[in-house]
Nanobody, 115 residues
Framework: QVHLVESGGGLVQAGGSLRLSCVAS????????MAWYRQTPGMQRVLVAS???????YYSDSVKGRFTISRDIDKNTVYLQMISLNIEDSAVYYC?????????YGRGTQVLVSS
């Protein structure tokens, strides 16, 4: 069972930046794609950004142009660089990894954007 550990969340003022990290317990090349989701209380978890094993990326409309997903294969790590943060970006951010056999979430990291 792969383990995903997120870090980098915290409290930031509106307009600020954060970089989230997700370290996997095995090579991220094993997965068809990896992604970041976010969830606010009472709401469903929603996809924010994803990256395929081939390096193709996807962004939701709400973060396009502000968030960047990237990876360091040697470090088994996926990143989410977030700039121009606003209050609506406050959420728990979850890393996700998927291949044909499994889909796994990490435990999440909290991002709180203050005005």
């Amino acid at each position: 069972q792969v383990h995903l550990v997120e870090s980098g969340g915290g409290l930031v003022q509106a307009g600020g930046s954060l970089r989230l990290s997700c370290v996997a317990s095995e090579s991220i090349f094993n997965f068809d794609h990896m992604a970041w989701y976010r969830q606010t209380p009472g709401m469903q978890r929603v996809l924010v950004a994803s990256i395929t094993s081939g390096g193709s990326t996807y962004y939701s409309d709400s973060v396009k142009g502000r968030f960047t997903i990237s990876r360091d294969i040697d470090k088994n790590t996926v990143y989410l660089q977030m700039i121009s943060l606003n209050i609506e970006d406050s959420a728990v951010y979850y890393c996700y990894a998927e291949d044909v056999y499994r889909g796994v979430y990490g435990r999440g990291t909290q991002v709180l954007v203050s005005s």
